[in-house]
C-alpha cells in the first residue's frame, strides 16, 4: 500500500481496557467515531489513515481504516497500556511508509482540521497542541509513577512549561520519528531497567509524562505549540486560525 506525501494519521484500539476513561471498546464502529474528524479533512483534500488493530476497511473518500499487527507490540511490550501502544503504532507506519513526507498525528474522536497545515511545516520542527495548565498542575504528569529523572525534570521546570498535548503532533516524517523514537528508546530503556530490579524506572499508564518531557528535553529549541497549532484546549472553538481544533 502506498501512502500519500501529506496525510493524518489517529489510532484506534479496541479490546483493551482504557484505564484513564474506562470506556467499553470492545464493540466499536470506528467508522461513525472518526467520521467528524475525516470530514473535515476531506475539506481540505487530506487523507486520512486511522490505524487499528482491527481489520482493514475498504477506503471511503479519503479515509482508511488500516489494520496494523499488534504482534511485533505485545511480544515486546505486553504490559503496555493503549496510551503507550498508540506511540508504537504511530512509528511503525511511519517508518514503513518513507513515501510520507509531512503528517499529523491527531486523537481520533475529538479532533478536526481547520486550516490546511502542511505548507507551514518546517523541516526539522516539531508542532504540538497545548492546553491551558502548566505541568506541575496536571495530575497525568506529575502525580504519576514515571521514572525518577522524568519526576524531577517536572518538579524542576513544571511551573514554567504549559502542558503539551499528544492529541496534536505535525511535523515532517523525519522529525516525527525522531520524537516517537526517543519515547520508544526510553520506554525500552525503563522496562528493562525496571525489569533488572531498579525501581526509579517503573513506568506508568499515561503518556503523557514522557511526550512532555521528550518534547521538552530534546526538542526545546524547535518546538512550536500555541494558537497557530491548535485551538484552545476544551474551548470548542469552530472559527480560529489554528490548524486543528482540540474539543
Same mark, same amino acid.
Given at each position: 500500500?502506498? $501512502?500519500?506525501?501529506?496525510?493524518?494519521?489517529?489510532?484506534?484500539?479496541?479490546?483493551?481496557?482504557?484505564?484513564?476513561?474506562?470506556?467499553?471498546?470492545?464493540?466499536?464502529?470506528?467508522?461513525?467515531?472518526?467520521?467528524?474528524?475525516?470530514?473535515?479533512?476531506?475539506?481540505?483534500?487530506?487523507?486520512?489513515?486511522?490505524?487499528?488493530?482491527?481489520?482493514?476497511?475498504?477506503?471511503?473518500?479519503?479515509?482508511?481504516?488500516? @489494520?496494523?499487527?499488534?504482534?511485533?507490540?505485545?511480544?515486546?511490550? =505486553?504490559?503496555?497500556?493503549?496510551? #503507550?501502544?498508540?506511540?508504537?503504532?504511530?512509528?511503525? #507506519?511511519?517508518?514503513?511508509?518513507?513515501?510520507?513526507?509531512?503528517?499529523?498525528?491527531?486523537?481520533?474522536?475529538?479532533?478536526?482540521?481547520?486550516?490546511?497545515?502542511?505548507?507551514?511545516?518546517?523541516? @526539522?520542527?516539531?508542532?504540538?497542541?497545548?492546553?491551558?495548565? #502548566? *505541568?506541575?498542575?496536571?495530575?497525568?504528569?506529575?502525580?504519576?509513577?514515571?521514572?525518577?529523572?522524568?519526576?524531577?525534570?517536572?518538579?524542576?521546570?513544571?511551573?514554567? *512549561? =504549559?502542558?503539551?498535548? *499528544?492529541?496534536?503532533?505535525?511535523?515532517?516524517?523525519?522529525?516525527?520519528?525522531?520524537?516517537?523514537?526517543?519515547? $520508544?528508546? *526510553?520506554?525500552?530503556?525503563?522496562?528493562?531497567?525496571?525489569?533488572?530490579?531498579?525501581?526509579?524506572?517503573?513506568?506508568?499508564?499515561?503518556?503523557?509524562?514522557?511526550?512532555?518531557?521528550?518534547?521538552?528535553?530534546?526538542?526545546?529549541?524547535?518546538? $512550536?505549540?500555541?494558537?497557530?497549532?491548535?485551538?484552545? #484546549?476544551?474551548?470548542?472553538?469552530?472559527?480560529?486560525?489554528?490548524?486543528?481544533?482540540?474539543?
Amino acid at each position: 500500500m502506498k $501512502v500519500e506525501p501529506n496525510i493524518v494519521i489517529s489510532e484506534f484500539i479496541t479490546k483493551m481496557e482504557d484505564v484513564l476513561y474506562h470506556k467499553d471498546n470492545s464493540n466499536v464502529d470506528i467508522l461513525s467515531k472518526v467520521a467528524q474528524q475525516a470530514d473535515s479533512l476531506k475539506r481540505f483534500q487530506v487523507p486520512y489513515y486511522v490505524l487499528t488493530n482491527e481489520p482493514s476497511q475498504k477506503r471511503i473518500d479519503n479515509l482508511n481504516i488500516t @489494520n496494523v499487527d499488534f504482534k511485533k507490540i505485545y511480544q515486546n511490550y =505486553p504490559d503496555m497500556t493503549l496510551y #503507550f501502544c498508540r506511540i508504537f503504532m504511530a512509528i511503525y #507506519f511511519l517508518q514503513a511508509h518513507p513515501e510520507i513526507e509531512k503528517a499529523a498525528l491527531t486523537d481520533a474522536t475529538d479532533v478536526t482540521m481547520l486550516n490546511y497545515p502542511f505548507d507551514k511545516v518546517k523541516p @526539522n520542527v516539531l508542532y504540538m497542541g497545548v492546553e491551558t495548565n #502548566f *505541568l506541575f498542575v496536571n495530575d497525568l504528569v506529575i502525580d504519576r509513577d514515571d521514572p525518577e529523572y522524568m519526576t524531577n525534570f517536572f518538579l524542576e521546570n513544571g511551573n514554567l *512549561l =504549559p502542558t503539551l498535548n *499528544l492529541g496534536i503532533i505535525v511535523g515532517t516524517r523525519a522529525t516525527l520519528i525522531e520524537y516517537l523514537g526517543t519515547m $520508544v528508546k *526510553l520506554l525500552t530503556e525503563a522496562k528493562l531497567k525496571f525489569k533488572q530490579g531498579n525501581a526509579a524506572y517503573h513506568l506508568g499508564q499515561y503518556e503523557m509524562g514522557i511526550s512532555n518531557y521528550v518534547a521538552y528535553k530534546y526538542f526545546s529549541d524547535r518546538l $512550536v505549540h500555541g494558537r497557530e497549532v491548535s485551538t484552545v #484546549f476544551s474551548g470548542f472553538q469552530t472559527h480560529s486560525s489554528a490548524w486543528f481544533k482540540h474539543k
